[in-house]
Protein backbone atom coordinates (compact mmCIF):
# COMPACT_ATOMS: atom_id res chain seq x y z
CA UNK A 1 0.00 0.00 0.00
CA UNK A 2 1.36 3.48 -1.00
CA UNK A 3 0.33 6.60 0.29
CA UNK A 4 0.92 9.48 -2.03
CA UNK A 5 0.98 13.12 -0.75
CA UNK A 6 2.15 16.49 -1.11
CA UNK A 7 3.38 16.43 -4.92
CA UNK A 8 4.04 19.85 -5.38
CA UNK A 9 3.75 21.59 -8.67
CA UNK A 10 5.89 24.57 -7.82
CA UNK A 11 9.39 23.82 -5.55
CA UNK A 12 11.19 21.35 -7.65
CA UNK A 13 11.50 18.97 -4.47
CA UNK A 14 8.55 17.15 -3.03
CA UNK A 15 7.70 13.97 -1.35
CA UNK A 16 6.13 11.27 -1.23
CA UNK A 17 4.80 8.42 1.58
CA UNK A 18 5.01 4.62 1.08
CA UNK A 19 3.18 2.07 3.58
CA UNK A 20 5.21 -1.07 2.61
CA UNK A 21 2.33 -4.25 3.90
CA UNK A 22 3.90 -6.98 5.97
CA UNK A 23 1.21 -9.11 6.87
CA UNK A 24 0.66 -9.75 10.72
CA UNK A 25 1.22 -13.70 9.71
CA UNK A 26 4.82 -12.62 8.79
CA UNK A 27 5.57 -10.47 11.77
CA UNK A 28 4.50 -13.10 13.93
CA UNK A 29 7.19 -15.76 13.20
CA UNK A 30 9.84 -13.53 14.86
CA UNK A 31 12.82 -11.99 14.09
CA UNK A 32 13.36 -11.84 10.34
CA UNK A 33 17.15 -13.08 8.99
CA UNK A 34 20.02 -10.86 7.22
CA UNK A 35 19.22 -11.25 3.27
CA UNK A 36 15.71 -12.13 3.52
CA UNK A 37 12.79 -10.44 1.85
CA UNK A 38 11.71 -7.59 4.19
CA UNK A 39 8.74 -6.71 1.71
CA UNK A 40 8.01 -7.61 -1.71
CA UNK A 41 6.88 -4.95 -4.66
CA UNK A 42 5.31 -2.14 -3.24
CA UNK A 43 3.94 0.44 -5.62
CA UNK A 44 4.20 4.25 -6.03
CA UNK A 45 3.59 7.29 -8.99
CA UNK A 46 5.65 10.03 -9.68
CA UNK A 47 4.64 12.99 -11.82
CA UNK A 48 5.54 12.34 -15.50
CA UNK A 49 9.44 13.74 -15.93
CA UNK A 50 12.82 12.74 -14.69
CA UNK A 51 12.79 12.89 -10.85
CA UNK A 52 16.11 12.19 -8.48
CA UNK A 53 16.20 10.10 -5.63
CA UNK A 54 18.10 12.96 -2.97
CA UNK A 55 16.43 11.24 0.16
CA UNK A 56 14.94 8.65 2.21
CA UNK A 57 13.87 8.68 5.76
CA UNK A 58 12.48 5.27 7.27
CA UNK A 59 10.47 5.65 10.21
CA UNK A 60 10.59 2.02 11.90
CA UNK A 61 7.73 0.49 14.55
CA UNK A 62 8.70 -1.24 17.95
CA UNK A 63 9.92 -4.90 18.65
CA UNK A 64 6.79 -5.49 20.84
CA UNK A 65 6.99 -1.88 22.84
CA UNK A 66 11.24 -1.89 22.42
CA UNK A 67 12.86 0.19 19.46
CA UNK A 68 15.22 -1.10 16.97
CA UNK A 69 17.20 -0.37 13.83
CA UNK A 70 15.85 -2.29 10.95
CA UNK A 71 19.07 -1.67 8.82
CA UNK A 72 17.55 -2.66 4.91
CA UNK A 73 18.39 -2.53 1.43
CA UNK A 74 15.97 -0.64 -0.66
CA UNK A 75 15.53 -2.22 -4.58
CA UNK A 76 13.88 -0.01 -6.93
CA UNK A 77 12.38 -1.26 -10.13
CA UNK A 78 9.76 -0.01 -13.02
CA UNK A 79 7.46 -1.53 -15.01
CA UNK A 80 8.99 -1.54 -17.51
CA UNK A 81 8.00 -4.21 -20.64
CA UNK A 82 10.69 -6.68 -20.94
CA UNK A 83 10.20 -10.19 -23.27
CA UNK A 84 6.76 -10.79 -23.53
CA UNK A 85 5.74 -9.23 -20.46
CA UNK A 86 3.60 -6.10 -20.99
CA UNK A 87 4.78 -2.64 -20.05
CA UNK A 88 2.89 -1.73 -16.79
CA UNK A 89 3.69 -5.11 -15.65
CA UNK A 90 4.51 -5.21 -11.69
CA UNK A 91 7.87 -6.64 -10.96
CA UNK A 92 8.08 -10.55 -10.64
CA UNK A 93 8.57 -11.14 -6.29
CA UNK A 94 11.60 -11.06 -4.64
CA UNK A 95 10.59 -14.43 -2.90
CA UNK A 96 8.18 -15.19 -0.20
CA UNK A 97 8.97 -12.08 3.23
CA UNK A 98 10.69 -13.93 5.83
CA UNK A 99 13.02 -16.26 3.97
CA UNK A 100 15.63 -15.74 1.49
CA UNK A 101 15.31 -14.82 -1.87
CA UNK A 102 14.93 -17.21 -4.37
CA UNK A 103 14.77 -18.33 -8.16
CA UNK A 104 11.35 -16.94 -9.86
CA UNK A 105 9.53 -17.47 -13.08
CA UNK A 106 9.98 -14.53 -15.28
CA UNK A 107 12.51 -12.52 -13.17
CA UNK A 108 12.61 -8.94 -13.02
CA UNK A 109 16.74 -8.00 -13.38
CA UNK A 110 16.03 -6.00 -16.04
CA UNK A 111 13.72 -3.47 -14.67
CA UNK A 112 16.07 -2.83 -11.73
CA UNK A 113 16.80 0.52 -11.40
CA UNK A 114 19.34 0.69 -8.25
CA UNK A 115 19.19 0.05 -4.70
CA UNK A 116 19.42 2.57 -1.69
CA UNK A 117 21.20 1.07 1.91
CA UNK A 118 19.77 2.02 4.72
CA UNK A 119 22.20 1.37 7.57
CA UNK A 120 22.05 0.59 11.51
CA UNK A 121 24.14 4.14 11.94
CA UNK A 122 21.89 5.98 9.57
CA UNK A 123 19.30 5.34 12.72
CA UNK A 124 18.29 8.11 15.86
CA UNK A 125 18.33 6.43 19.09
CA UNK A 126 14.82 6.88 20.38
CA UNK A 127 13.28 4.55 23.13
CA UNK A 128 10.03 3.75 21.59
CA UNK A 129 10.15 4.23 17.57
CA UNK A 130 13.47 4.82 15.36
CA UNK A 131 13.87 6.99 11.98
CA UNK A 132 16.57 6.44 9.85
CA UNK A 133 18.22 8.98 7.38
CA UNK A 134 19.49 8.16 4.12
CA UNK A 135 20.65 11.09 2.32
CA UNK A 136 21.80 10.13 -1.23
CA UNK A 137 24.17 13.17 -1.40
CA UNK A 138 26.05 13.15 1.48
CA UNK A 139 26.24 9.41 1.82
CA UNK A 140 27.84 8.70 -1.55
CA UNK A 141 25.44 6.33 -3.37
CA UNK A 142 25.30 6.23 -6.77
CA UNK A 143 22.26 9.22 -7.74
CA UNK A 144 19.10 7.20 -8.87
CA UNK A 145 17.07 8.60 -11.69
CA UNK A 146 13.35 7.82 -12.00
CA UNK A 147 12.43 8.43 -16.01
CA UNK A 148 8.82 7.60 -17.80
CA UNK A 149 9.75 4.43 -19.58
CA UNK A 150 8.06 2.48 -22.84
CA UNK A 151 7.62 5.79 -24.52
CA UNK A 152 5.12 7.03 -21.47
CA UNK A 153 3.45 10.39 -23.04
CA UNK A 154 4.76 12.90 -21.69
CA UNK A 155 0.83 14.19 -21.60
CA UNK A 156 0.19 11.08 -19.17
CA UNK A 157 -0.30 11.97 -15.48
CA UNK A 158 2.06 9.66 -13.75
CA UNK A 159 4.63 6.94 -14.06
CA UNK A 160 4.38 3.43 -11.50
CA UNK A 161 7.80 2.51 -9.63
CA UNK A 162 8.51 0.12 -7.27
CA UNK A 163 10.17 -0.54 -4.32
CA UNK A 164 10.93 -3.42 -2.43
CA UNK A 165 13.23 -4.18 0.76
CA UNK A 166 15.71 -6.66 2.08
CA UNK A 167 17.05 -7.12 5.08
CA UNK A 168 20.67 -6.07 6.18
CA UNK A 169 20.03 -6.78 9.38
CA UNK A 170 17.70 -8.74 12.50
CA UNK A 171 14.64 -6.78 12.16
CA UNK A 172 11.74 -7.92 15.07
CA UNK A 173 7.81 -7.10 14.26
CA UNK A 174 6.25 -9.63 16.98
CA UNK A 175 3.44 -8.17 19.40
CA UNK A 176 1.92 -9.28 22.57
CA UNK A 177 -0.75 -6.70 22.52
CA UNK A 178 -3.17 -9.43 23.02
CA UNK A 179 -7.01 -8.53 22.75
CA UNK A 180 -8.81 -9.35 25.87
CA UNK A 181 -12.20 -11.28 25.12
CA UNK A 182 -13.41 -12.85 21.42
CA UNK A 183 -15.79 -10.69 19.19
CA UNK A 184 -17.70 -11.76 16.82
CA UNK A 185 -17.85 -10.03 13.07
CA UNK A 186 -18.53 -6.71 13.26
CA UNK A 187 -19.34 -6.46 17.33
CA UNK A 188 -16.80 -3.95 18.77
CA UNK A 189 -15.33 -0.53 18.08
CA UNK A 190 -13.58 -0.36 21.33
CA UNK A 191 -11.08 -2.99 21.74
CA UNK A 192 -9.43 -3.65 25.14
CA UNK A 193 -6.10 -5.19 25.17
CA UNK A 194 -3.40 -6.32 28.00
CA UNK A 195 -0.13 -7.82 28.00
CA UNK A 196 2.10 -4.75 25.96
CA UNK A 197 0.92 -0.95 26.14
CA UNK A 198 -1.17 -0.23 23.07
CA UNK A 199 0.62 2.86 22.95
CA UNK A 200 4.29 1.45 22.05
CA UNK A 201 2.61 -0.04 19.37
CA UNK A 202 -0.32 1.32 17.29
CA UNK A 203 -1.25 4.93 16.60
CA UNK A 204 -3.89 6.20 14.64
CA UNK A 205 -4.22 5.59 11.26
CA UNK A 206 -2.59 1.97 11.52
CA UNK A 207 -4.25 -0.72 9.71
CA UNK A 208 -4.75 -3.40 11.87
CA UNK A 209 -5.35 -7.19 11.97
CA UNK A 210 -4.67 -10.30 14.44
CA UNK A 211 -2.02 -12.72 13.75
CA UNK A 212 -3.77 -14.83 11.37
CA UNK A 213 -4.30 -11.77 9.06
CA UNK A 214 -8.01 -11.76 10.36
CA UNK A 215 -8.79 -8.56 9.59
CA UNK A 216 -10.13 -5.56 12.11
CA UNK A 217 -9.93 -2.31 10.88
CA UNK A 218 -8.18 0.97 10.70
CA UNK A 219 -7.41 2.47 14.35
CA UNK A 220 -9.22 5.92 15.40
CA UNK A 221 -7.19 6.49 18.67
CA UNK A 222 -4.98 4.71 21.60
CA UNK A 223 -7.04 6.80 24.36
CA UNK A 224 -4.90 4.76 26.74
CA UNK A 225 -2.48 1.50 27.31
CA UNK A 226 -4.96 -1.20 27.18
CA UNK A 227 -7.96 0.88 24.57
CA UNK A 228 -8.07 0.57 20.65
CA UNK A 229 -11.23 2.64 19.34
CA UNK A 230 -11.48 1.98 15.23
CA UNK A 231 -11.48 4.89 13.33
CA UNK A 232 -15.26 6.47 12.79
CA UNK A 233 -17.01 4.33 15.24
CA UNK A 234 -16.27 1.33 12.76
CA UNK A 235 -16.36 -2.59 13.83
CA UNK A 236 -13.99 -5.39 13.37
CA UNK A 237 -14.23 -6.32 9.96
CA UNK A 238 -13.64 -10.54 11.33
CA UNK A 239 -14.54 -12.97 13.86
CA UNK A 240 -11.73 -12.58 16.63
CA UNK A 241 -10.99 -14.97 19.55
CA UNK A 242 -9.44 -13.69 23.10
CA UNK A 243 -5.80 -13.34 23.21
CA UNK A 244 -5.80 -12.97 19.28
CA UNK A 245 -2.30 -10.46 18.89
CA UNK A 246 -3.05 -7.24 17.37
CA UNK A 247 -0.65 -6.35 14.58
CA UNK A 248 -0.41 -2.87 12.17
CA UNK A 249 0.88 -4.32 8.73
CA UNK A 250 3.14 -1.64 7.99
CA UNK A 251 5.32 -1.02 10.78
CA UNK A 252 8.02 0.52 8.57
CA UNK A 253 7.15 3.59 6.89
CA UNK A 254 9.06 5.29 4.11
CA UNK A 255 9.18 9.17 2.87
CA UNK A 256 10.91 9.65 0.06
CA UNK A 257 12.13 12.90 -1.27
CA UNK A 258 13.08 13.97 -4.79
CA UNK A 259 13.84 16.38 -6.79
CA UNK A 260 12.21 17.72 -10.02
CA UNK A 261 15.10 17.83 -12.70
Known amino acids: MALITNLSSISKYFSITVKPEILASIQHLGAFT ?9 SFTLNNGINRLVGVNAIIRANDGT ?6 DLLWANGAAR ?23 NPSFNNIIGKTAVTAADHTEGAIIRVASSNMIAGGESPLLFEPYDGTPQAAAKTTFYVAGTCIGTPNFASTVKLTGAHSAGAANDLTVDTKDAR ?5 GDTITAQDDA ?18 SATNTAALANNDDIYNVSPI ?8 L
Not at 67 to 72: H, L, N, S, V
Not at 218 to 226: A, E, K, L, N, Q
Not at 253 to 259: A, N
Open 83 to 105: GDIASGTAPTALGVAHAAIIAQN
Open 215 to 232: AIGVVGTVPDSTSILLKD
Open 67 to 72: AQDCAM
Open 34 to 42: ANDVLFNWT
Open 200 to 204: LMLAP
Open 253 to 260: TLRLTFER
